[in-house]
Every structure is written in C-alpha cells, then in structure tokens.
C-alpha cells in the first residue's frame, strides 16, 4: 500500500519533469505496486461552427491522436526515468473536451483462487454479453464494486495509511538504545 505522502512526492516529481507545454494541466497522477498512471489535459480542437456532435467527437479523437504521437518520445524519457526512480511501469492519458483517452497501460494478472459459485457468475456475466472472458467479468465485477463502495474504500486506505505511520513509529525505528541496568556498550 502507498502512503499519501508518497503519492505526493511522485506527483510532485512529474510536475516538475514533464516538459513545459506538454499539457495544459497536469490532472491526475494515479499510482499503485506496478504502474503510475499520468493523466493530463490537451486543449480541444475547433471544430467548424455549427458541427455536428460525430464531428466534435471525431476532432477530440484526432487531437488525442495527434498529441500522442506528437509527444511520444518526450513521453517515453520521461517514463524512462520515472521507471528507474519508482520501480514502476508509467502509463499515459489525456483529458480533452470533456473526454478521457489512456494509451497503453498495464493489465497486470491476478492471482485467483475461485470456487465454483464465484465461477458460475463470472460465466454468467460472459453468456450474458457482459464480459468476454473470465478475466474481463472479474475486472467488471471489480469496477462495480469500487463503484458502490468508493467512500468504504477510500476511509479503509486512510485507515492503511494510519496503521504505516504507527506501524513505522515502533520500537524498530529508532536508535538502538541501551537496556536499563546495562552499561551501553
């Protein structure tokens, strides 16, 4: 589990190592054991007045296109270095007009353990159309959950984040100190 602090300190970091100008604003920086996602803001382009809502949609799509290949090898130092300091893969995605585009990022696998009733519903979800694959149902299952537990699930990573700070204030901390009764050396 990463501390808030920490999280601080690496969104810090890329605010001050993106290049100026690659974003508008840098938006989000989102981070967990094998990837810090960076999410930033691209000005919208100017459709023709009076365009039509496939129109808009397919000039934000164009502009998201073009930044990511017009920054690509900007992006790409960036996570070059980003991976060396944080031991982690560096996702990018943009905010434009309202929409929201991630480029590559990490699936990572998850080690499950499922007995059958668990399996059952995952299949479900696949006949149904839901989801093509166990995996994918199990993403979709967790999305729904953090969906409806969000507020549950942020007070239990505060929570986390308390027990690391107490946990990091024992006895192990500090300076060896010498045992009462002993001469300390």
């Given amino acids: 589990m990463i501390t ?25 920086v989102t981070v967990d054991r094998e990837e810090i996602t960076v999410i930033g803001r691209v000005p919208g382009p100017r459709p023709a007045k009076g365009a039509s809502p496939a129109e808009r949609e397919a000039a934000v799509e164009g502009r998201v296109q073009e930044f990511r290949e017009r920054t690509r090898d900007d992006r790409i130092a960036v996570a070059r270095d980003a991976e060396h300091r944080f031991g982690r893969k560096v996702s990018w995605g943009v905010e434009c007009d309202g929409h929201r585009a991630l480029f590559t990022h990490v699936a990572a696998p998850v080690m499950t353990r499922l007995r059958q009733p668990e399996r059952q519903v995952l299949d479900t979800l696949i006949a149904s159309g839901v989801a093509r694959s166990r995996s994918e149902a199990l993403a979709w299952c967790v999305r729904l959950v953090q969906r409806h ?31 009462p009764g002993t001469d300390g050396g």
């Fill in 149 to 179: 537990t969000d507020d549950w699930l942020t007070e239990l990573r505060e929570s986390l984040e308390h027990v690391q700070r107490v946990r990091a204030q024992g006895p192990d901390t500090g300076p060896e100190e010498a045992e």
């Fill in 4 to 28: 808030e602090e920490q999280r601080e300190q690496v969104r810090g970091w890329f605010s001050g190592r993106l290049p100026d100008g690659l974003f508008e604003e840098l938006t989000e």
